[in-house]
């Protein structure tokens, strides 16, 4: 499954970067891509932990920029 995200409080490119990377490294994550430029996020993961892996993004998204949320 693949789908976009809004970002919101995304306030710095590098943040952005690390972001991307350590939601990469989650297991099932297909790909995964952050725009600063747009504020967003396109996930791409396995169906079946979709869900999970969402969540795990965001606790990733926490540790760099505290008050960025993965509009769902």
Do not use: W, Y
Request: glycine letters at 2%; one cysteine or more; charged letters at 35%.
């Amino acid at each position: 499954m693949r789908k976009a995200f809004k970002l919101q409080d995304l306030d710095c490119a590098n943040c952005a970067a690390k972001m991307e990377n350590a939601i990469k490294n989650i297991e099932g994550v297909k790909s995964a891509s952050i725009s600063f430029m747009t504020q967003k996020l396109v996930l791409e993961a396995d169906d079946d932990r979709f869900e999970a892996v969402l969540d795990e993004a965001q606790h990733a998204c926490k540790k760099f920029e505290p008050d960025c949320v993965i509009l769902r």
